[in-house]
């Protein structure tokens, strides 16, 4: 059995790459997700796979994660959605339609003008009526992967990391709360006893890994990466360049834990620290960055049936190519190359 700890990271309906990848590694016996670190859509799935895994097993989890990804706009009749997705233009193609849609332009142009806060109760975040109906005493249970919602303490601007009992609907709700689009959700912190203020995760830990080194948990870490590292075109429009500032931002806090771990890794080669004094982690990643760049940040804010499943299926062949390359090298060697990474 290998045994990997998932880091899933936050991108809006990008999520649905994630859905994908999950339900791939989810059909093999031999994989045990030991424990899960999620931020934004990747605390959605999260959440959604360990209710379903503690109701009914791997099978409970995907279906767990299509009725997730049902509710928020994909289509999963398997007579109609593989129709739909031959039938329509490219990714590319299908995501500048959107981002010059009349729909999305208002939108876009409401949020760059105005504050959540001049909408009233008008502008609620429609993720609350999913996220309401997980089963939180499953989400919670001991058994199962461990879980870990990641969101970002307003006032403090550091991040907070919410386990065990604390992973409540509003926990899950603050780690994907985008400022621009709604207001920050405030609730009671049970580890402070006051009414905090918290927004989206992926300010601070998109997704946070430092959660998964604890010595019980196995050495390998899987991180799901939506938000492309690398962009070849520059950005020149003002909602290209708005794209790619979120992007980075949204990488930052990942790439400085990547480093960190790299730092860690060279300190116990050159025998400057003894072995079993830190955790030698193992870091492997998925990602899609070819089919992320033909996508757009209307592709991310606004759900589309067809993107959706064109995600899902991406992410399904990027964990199946994984999965025939790399699933040796779990629990032995990392897969990503930090040194070049960082060079």
């Not at 500048?96 to 009233?120: C, H, N, Q, V």
């Not at 995760?201 to 959660?211: I, K, M, S, V």
């Not at 790439?255 to 004094?277: H, N, S």
Request: charged content about 20%; some cysteine; hydrophobic content about 45%.
């Amino acid at each position: 059995m290998k045994r990997i700890n998932l880091a899933l990271q936050g991108g809006g309906a990008h999520g649905a790459f994630t859905w994908g990848v999950l339900c791939r590694f989810l059909q093999d016996e031999d994989i045990e997700i030991a424990a899960i670190s999620g931020t934004s859509a990747g605390a959605l799935n999260a959440a959604a796979l360990k209710s379903g895994w503690v109701a009914g097993g791997r099978e409970g989890a995907r279906e767990n994660l299509d009725w997730l990804w049902t509710q928020i706009g994909a289509i999963t009749d398997p007579l109609f959605a593989p129709w739909m997705s031959a039938a329509t233009p490219t990714a590319q193609l299908w995501a500048k339609a959107m981002e010059f849609s009349p729909i999305y332009a208002a939108l876009d142009m409401t949020t760059r003008l105005m504050s959540p806060y001049a909408y009233g109760p008008a502008m609620q975040n429609p993720l609350s009526r999913i996220v309401e109906k997980f089963h939180y005493d499953a989400v919670c249970a001991t058994e199962g992967p461990a879980l870990h919602i990641c969101a970002t303490n307003v006032r403090s601007g550091k991040i907070r990391v919410f386990a065990g009992e604390e992973i409540v609907p509003d926990a899950i709700m603050a780690s994907a709360c985008l400022p621009s689009l709604f207001k920050a959700v405030e609730f009671e912190d049970p580890k402070t006893g006051k009414v905090e203020a918290f927004w989206d995760g992926g300010y601070t830990g998109n997704p946070a890994l430092f959660p998964l080194f604890v010595s019980n948990l196995p050495d390998d870490i899987l991180v799901v990466n939506i938000n492309p590292l690398h962009r070849d075109a520059l950005p020149r429009d003002s909602q290209s360049i708005q794209n790619r500032i979120n992007e980075i931002s949204f990488n930052s806090s990942l790439l400085r834990e990547l480093r960190a771990i790299e730092f860690v890794r060279r300190l116990l080669e050159d025998g400057a620290i003894k072995r079993g004094t830190m955790k030698n982690v193992l870091v492997h990643m998925i990602a899609d960055d070819d089919l992320m760049n033909d996508l757009n940040v209307a592709t991310k804010t606004i759900p589309s049936p067809v993107i959706l499943a064109r995600l899902k299926q991406a992410g399904e062949a990027a964990a199946d190519t994984f999965l025939k390359d790399h699933k040796k090298d779990i629990g032995k060697r990392s897969s990503v190359n930090l040194t070049e990474m960082f060079s």
